[in-house]
């Protein structure tokens, strides 16, 4: 009985070790949500540095971005930070004390930032 409880031990320590190198990290940004408000307040155009012009508008209930003849669906990793889905577009947002945006830096992967400003205010 002793040398049976030493080999399910010796087992069991295996199979934990086994186990313990089988383990995944996965790293990530945790997901937002913004309310109607804020994604009213980020939509329009905006007129980059560089001349191109950034679309933000609502498909439904997300945002999406439209540069360079390609629209992206936007995910908010951080309060002030919308991301698209694929990871190469980031936008982060200038935005006042009441919530208003100011305006947005546009960083594209492999690039540096490119500032944008506010397009002019809503009739």
């Not at 950034?54 to 390609?70: C, I, Y």
């Amino acid at each position: 009985m002793k040398t049976l409880s030493i080999t399910l031990a010796t087992l069991l320590a295996c199979c934990a070790a086994q186990a313990a190198t089988n383990e995944v990290e996965v790293h990530g940004h945790a997901l937002q949500r913004l309310s109607s408000s804020e994604a009213a307040e980020l939509q329009g155009r905006y007129a980059l540095t560089d001349g191109r012009v950034l679309e933000v508008s609502r498909r439904g209930a997300r945002l999406t971005v439209a540069l360079d003849g390609q629209e992206q669906m936007l995910l908010a990793t951080a309060p002030l930070r919308l991301q698209s889905a694929d990871g190469l577009l980031l936008l982060d947002i200038d935005a006042a004390a009441n919530g208003s945006v100011r305006g947005l830096t546009l960083t594209q992967a492999g690039h540096a930032p490119v500032a944008t400003i506010r397009p002019a205010p809503r009739a």
